[in-house]
């Protein structure tokens, strides 16, 4: 039975929660459950701490998980990341009080104020800087106004918590975040999540692409599916009248309305859009 780690609280759960359900996934239906065995599917879901979930992976305690990819870093864990799953985004970021910290390089022999030690360990020294890294957990914008470092290192979303401690970010961001299935980095376990692996990428495609209807004049046909190429090729399909064909394409979510209207001034009329649920591609 595959093991998969999932986290068990927050948007990120939440987030994961949905995207394992739309993938056929048995998932917990109260929050208090910490285990949940789907013998349909033969898999069990531990929900953990998303801070511990690489490290369980990383152990061979479960087979694989979702986490953030910036938690998978700064564990240090010998897990891999598998497959971007498009949601969770976040920003990790320096800042410092305007007028003492604006570079980078600046940083050198200050305290750096943060909650993700390995991380930001591993990006000074990847930049050659030597600086001391205070470990806290939760919030660390207030650690500059406490004196108890220089410069923090943090996850940045808007930016206004920090400019409600008097702070700017500077730099090139350290990382770009988001949800991240992540698997033991052992031979033969690329096999063991295959299924998993390939059946969230079909989430994602069923999330990031609609289908297209519609019906076209056959002397336009050419110039319609160069709107609407598909991912390998359009499906062309003869009507009772000769003079028409029914064209059907996967074509991008966003976008899908501007689309409709190039096909209808090009001339193709009964333009339908209907979601995917799921797909294998």
Same mark, same amino acid.
């Given at each position: 039975m595959l093991r998969i780690a999932v986290p068990n609280k927050g948007t990120l759960s939440e987030?994961?929660?949905?995207?394992?359900?739309?993938?056929?996934?048995?998932?917990?239906?109260?929050?208090?459950?910490?285990?949940?065995?789907?013998?349909?599917?033969?898999?069990?879901?531990f929900y953990l701490r998303p801070r511990d979930i690489a490290v369980y992976v990383g152990s061979g305690t479960v087979d694989a998980g979702v986490t953030g990819r910036?938690?998978?870093?700064?564990?240090?864990?010998?897990?891999?990341?598998?497959?971007?799953?498009?949601?969770?985004?976040?920003?990790?970021?320096?800042?410092?009080?305007?007028g003492q910290v604006s570079r980078v390089e600046q940083i050198v022999g200050k305290r750096v104020a943060t909650s993700y030690q390995g991380l930001v360990?591993?990006?000074?020294?990847?930049?050659?800087?030597?600086a001391s890294v205070v470990r806290l957990d939760g919030a660390v914008e207030t650690a500059i106004t406490l004196g108890?470092?220089?410069?923090?290192?943090?996850?940045?979303?808007?930016g206004a918590t920090l400019r409600s401690q008097g702070l700017e970010v500077f730099g090139e961001p350290i990382l770009r975040s988001e949800a991240v299935l992540i698997r033991?980095?052992?031979?033969?376990?690329?096999?063991?999540?295959?299924? /998993? *692996?390939?059946?969230?990428?079909?989430?994602?495609t069923a999330r990031t692409y $609609?289908?297209?209807?519609?019906?076209? #004049? %056959?002397?336009?046909?050419?110039?319609?599916?160069a709107?609407?190429?598909? /991912? *390998?090729?359009?499906?062309?399909?003869?009507?009772?009248?000769?003079?028409? $064909?029914?064209?059907?394409?996967?074509? #991008? %979510?966003?976008?899908?309305?501007?689309?409709?209207?190039e096909l209808y001034d090009l001339g193709a009329r009964?333009?339908?859009?209907?979601d995917i649920a799921a797909c294998r591609l």
């Amino acid at each position: 039975m595959l093991r998969i780690a999932v986290p068990n609280k927050g948007t990120l759960s939440e987030a994961t929660v949905e995207m394992l359900r739309e993938a056929g996934y048995r998932t917990r239906r109260d929050s208090k459950e910490l285990v949940v065995a789907d013998p349909d599917n033969d898999v069990e879901f531990f929900y953990l701490r998303p801070r511990d979930i690489a490290v369980y992976v990383g152990s061979g305690t479960v087979d694989a998980g979702v986490t953030g990819r910036d938690l998978l870093l700064d564990s240090g864990s010998q897990a891999v990341e598998v497959l971007a799953l498009g949601f969770g985004g976040s920003t990790f970021r320096y800042a410092g009080r305007p007028g003492q910290v604006s570079r980078v390089e600046q940083i050198v022999g200050k305290r750096v104020a943060t909650s993700y030690q390995g991380l930001v360990e591993a990006d000074l020294a990847g930049r050659g800087i030597g600086a001391s890294v205070v470990r806290l957990d939760g919030a660390v914008e207030t650690a500059i106004t406490l004196g108890v470092a220089d410069v923090i290192a943090d996850v940045v979303e808007t930016g206004a918590t920090l400019r409600s401690q008097g702070l700017e970010v500077f730099g090139e961001p350290i990382l770009r975040s988001e949800a991240v299935l992540i698997r033991g980095d052992r031979p033969g376990e690329e096999q063991a999540v295959e299924v /998993l *692996e390939r059946r969230l990428t079909g989430v994602i495609t069923a999330r990031t692409y $609609v289908m297209l209807d519609y019906d076209c #004049p %056959r002397e336009l046909v050419d110039k319609a599916c160069a709107l609407t190429p598909g /991912l *390998e090729s359009p499906t062309v399909s003869p009507l009772q009248d000769d003079a028409w $064909v029914a064209v059907r394409a996967m074509v #991008p %979510r966003s976008g899908r309305n501007r689309l409709m209207d190039e096909l209808y001034d090009l001339g193709a009329r009964a333009i339908l859009v209907t979601d995917i649920a799921a797909c294998r591609l």
